[in-house]
């Protein structure tokens, strides 16, 4: 698999060093060379496959001969360990469930592919430091992918104080190759570390540095299984009339949608869904690239006003001769997606803010003859606190959650100080 920067056409590396390298240069984003294509008779055939082999095929197809096949799907097995299902919602709107990974979240299928491509392209003999700074969510995913696996050790940095116990207790109770640290500071001194780390080449080389970055390319290919497998559960007639709305932040999981559909997935429209950080909504509407200060929102993983994915899906589109005005687009507000949760929790469906955004743009925009999908990319008790003062109901936590709450955390802590954590990661 060849793909070359966006920044710098002329940079073009092989997908194992994509995946090693995280960025090309000027921070430029790798975009695949080469965009695959399945006839329709492989895509039926395909769609009647289990989720592991189907995706291994799907994986292949990108990263050629890179991997030998027998040993994509080894490692595709071991990063797809977990289901996603499809929920029925109603008549003619249903979830794609992307939380019943380790971590309950989608980032699972990302985090866990790419450990396992990190792993297989760093050779043997190769000692990697994957350093991470966290607010909550991206170090329970990172390490949970890496726990366990030899030649890796994992240090990841966290605001004392400034995450919740359960997320806490989620990825710091986990030990062996996973190392924690609660620095004292907020979250921009953990990254300001991290950075700092980065900067020193001598300790990168020392100890075989890399970032579990979320826009590594290997992330988003895994994500593109998973649009296969919800049209696989579906029956025949609703497979070619099928709308899917897509909680958005980065743009990531839009992106690897729209890899999906190039691939040949029969998904009529897609709708990127917003909370008020809606630079892309507005960008969709009347063409000016206009990002605001980030506000806080309910949906907070969603965030982010200069969505760092949104080159790719602008190449994707230039390279498929797609129109941009057919991809359709919405923001809710706070208030909406409250009243959302409660619409949905009646129809019998527990939900958390990030998908209630999704399912309230595709429930608006649906046409006769369509059925919807709308992403679940979280488990709800993983915004417990909120889920439960909207509904108005105590929330069950789920037994990956359960099972973690009693156990004692391995944090170290430290001073937010580069040589410090200097000394520490040298040790
Ligand atoms: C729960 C949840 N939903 C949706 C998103 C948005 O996904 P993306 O950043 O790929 O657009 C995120 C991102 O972190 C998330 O954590």
Redesign the pocket.
Known sequence: MKLYNLKDHNEQVSFAQAVKQGLGSQQGLFFPLELPEFELTDIDAMLEMDFVSRSSKILSAYIGDEIAAHQLAERVKNAFAFPAPVSQVSDDVACLELFHGPTL???DFGGRFMAQMLSYVSGADEQITILTATSG?TGAAVAHAFYGMENVRVVILYPQGKISPLQEKLFCTLGGNIETIAIDGDFDACQALVKQAFDDEELKKAIGLNSANSINISRLLAQICYYFEAVAQLPQEKRNQLVVS?????????TAGLLAKSLGLPIKRFIAATNANDTVPRFLADGQWQPNATVATL?N??D?SQ?N?WPRVEELFRRKTWRLTDLAYGAVSDETTKATMRELAELGYLSEP?AAIAYRLLRDQLQEGEFGLFLG??HPAKFKESVEEILGQPLPLPEALAARADLPLLSHAMKADFAALRAFLLK
Not at 246 to 254: A, E, Y
């Open positions: 979240a989608f980032k969510d897509v909680p958005s932040g980065n743009f990531g999981d839009l949906s993983a969603m982010v969505p994915n990030h990319t979280a």
